[in-house]
């Protein structure tokens, strides 16, 4: 009997040290799992935090989880692509992105990876429609609504939303539509964020195919370097790196990362100084000059800070934007259909008149 009881209260003990063992040996595979989904996970429950602030709860989650589910479209479509990508990250009142960690090769890509946002959107907040309408709750069907309001926001045809990234693979005249329409959507919602958003895309349009096609003036980038004077000293006097004279052209190559990135890399021979700039893909650069040398001290160190300038002449890459007519109707069909499909959806909803949350 003395012996049953021995084994009874051994046996937590082995449990315990089963557990610990597992955990030992998992245990770098947990937090490698958990620091790649803490970012997310995070400023997801920011967002969900945030958003009850102005709606109930329950609102507030189903929100942020049509958001996710808006978000997941894109990454199984770049991950059909075979281009990597990042995990959504949420920002409170604006939504969520993933980044790209490598270019899509043709605009066909693009708009592929940007369709999947919207088609599993969508999706999703026909799910919710169909629950809502099957169990008559009206608290769901205006989620659904959101939802449907959420993913034809996004079909908008302006940079960065969407819709711009669709209409690479339709006609880039549909930026002109998106400009037009942007602004009378602004004008109706009021909308800070979509006027930012607007008036940075009317800029970049207006910089990429009016102010700078076919003038020849180039385009400049700044960047600021900083080295260890320690290092510079043991070599040289110490007003050299300083003097005014040393400022001037600097040799430089240009090349692309496997990623898609266009790298400039330059060098300073006298001080042995190597640094990078990243210009915008397709770009002739025709000038890298180091404009300022100064000494600074930061955290009790000595150092020289560079500031180097980058001009270029950025080409648009036409044939990025080269897509088969068949693929152009395909993809505008979609395009269409489905902001059809939403504004039906919403429209099918508001004529409800159901209380708001």
Same mark, same amino acid.
């Given at each position: 009997?003395?012996?049953?009881?021995?084994r009874?209260?051994?046996?937590?003990?082995?449990?315990?040290?089963?557990?610990?063992?597992?955990?030992?040996?998992?245990?770098? *595979?947990?937090?490698?799992?958990?620091?790649? &989904?803490? +970012?997310?996970?995070? *400023? /997801?429950?920011?967002?969900?935090?945030?958003?009850a602030?102005?709606?109930?709860?329950? &609102?507030?989650? +189903?929100?942020?989880?049509? $958001?996710?589910?808006?978000?997941?479209?894109?990454?199984?479509?770049?991950?059909?692509?075979?281009?990597?990508?990042? #995990?959504?990250?949420?920002?409170?009142?604006?939504?969520?992105?993933?980044?790209?960690?490598?270019?899509?090769?043709?605009?066909?890509?693009?708009? @592929? $990876?940007? /369709?999947?946002?919207?088609?599993?959107?969508?999706?999703?907040?026909?799910?919710?429609?169909?629950?809502?309408?099957?169990?008559?709750?009206?608290? #769901?069907?205006?989620?659904?609504?959101?939802? &449907?309001?959420?993913?034809?926001?996004?079909?908008?045809?302006?940079?960065?939303?969407?819709?711009?990234?669709i209409?690479?693979?339709?006609?880039?005249? #549909? !930026?002109?539509?998106?400009?037009i329409?942007?602004?009378?959507?602004?004008?109706y919602?009021?909308?800070?964020?979509?006027?930012?958003?607007?008036?940075?895309?009317?800029?970049?349009?207006?910089?990429?195919? $009016?102010? @700078?096609?076919?003038?020849?003036?180039?385009?400049? #980038?700044?960047g600021?370097?900083?080295?260890?004077?320690?290092? %510079?000293?043991?070599?040289?006097?110490? !007003? @050299?790196?300083? *003097?005014?004279?040393?400022?001037?052209?600097?040799?430089?190559?240009?090349?692309?990362?496997?990623?898609?990135?266009? %790298?400039?890399? &330059?060098?300073?021979?006298?001080?042995?100084?190597?640094?990078?700039?990243?210009?915008?893909?397709?770009?002739e650069?025709?000038?890298?000059?180091?404009?300022?040398?100064?000494?600074?001290?930061?955290?009790?160190?000595?150092?020289?800070?560079?500031?180097?300038?980058?001009?270029?002449?950025?080409?648009?890459?036409?044939?990025?934007?080269?897509?088969? *007519?068949a693929?152009? !109707?395909?993809?505008?069909?979609?395009?269409?259909?489905?902001?059809?499909?939403?504004?039906?959806?919403? !429209?099918?909803?508001?004529?409800?008149?159901?209380?708001?949350?």
């Open positions: 009997m003395s012996e049953e009881m021995k009874e209260k051994r046996s937590p003990w082995l449990l315990l040290g089963a557990a610990a063992l597992f955990l030992l040996s998992k245990g770098k *595979s947990l937090l490698l799992v958990l620091g790649k &989904f803490s +970012g997310p996970l995070i *400023s /997801m429950a920011v967002t969900v935090g945030a958003y602030l102005i709606s109930p709860v329950w &609102f507030a989650l +189903g929100l942020v989880l049509l $958001i996710l589910v808006h978000e997941i479209g894109h990454v199984l479509a770049a991950k059909r692509k075979g281009l990597p990508v990042s #995990l959504p990250l949420f920002i409170p009142f604006i939504g969520a992105l993933i980044t790209m960690k490598k270019h899509p090769k043709d605009a066909v890509t693009e708009a @592929y $990876i940007a /369709m999947g946002g919207p088609v599993v959107g969508t999706i999703g907040a026909l799910a919710v429609y169909i629950a809502g309408y099957a169990l008559d709750n009206p608290f #769901l069907l205006v989620l659904a609504k959101v939802g &449907f309001l959420i993913n034809l926001f996004n079909l908008i045809p302006i940079h960065p939303l969407d819709g711009g990234r209409s690479t693979a339709v006609s880039r005249w #549909l !930026w002109v539509v998106g400009l329409g942007g602004a009378a959507v602004i004008i919602l009021r909308s800070w964020l979509l006027f930012i958003i607007w008036a940075l895309f009317a800029w970049d349009l207006y910089q990429k195919y $009016i102010k @700078y096609r076919g003038t020849g003036k180039p385009r400049e #980038l700044q600021v370097y900083e080295v260890d004077m320690h290092r %510079i000293q043991t070599e040289l006097p110490s !007003w @050299y790196a300083f *003097s005014d004279q040393q400022r001037g052209p600097l040799a430089y190559t240009t090349y692309s990362r496997l990623t898609g990135e266009q %790298i400039v890399r &330059f060098h300073w021979g006298t001080l042995n100084f190597q640094g990078e700039m990243e210009v915008p893909q397709g770009s650069v025709t000038r890298v000059e180091l404009t300022g040398n100064e000494r600074v001290i930061k955290d009790d160190r000595e150092l020289l800070r560079l500031t180097v300038k980058v001009e270029y002449k950025q080409k648009v890459n036409e044939q990025y934007y080269e897509v088969p *007519s693929t152009r !109707w395909r993809y505008g069909a979609a395009y269409v259909g489905l902001a059809l499909f939403l504004i039906a959806m919403i !429209w099918s909803i508001q004529a409800m008149e159901l209380p708001m949350p």
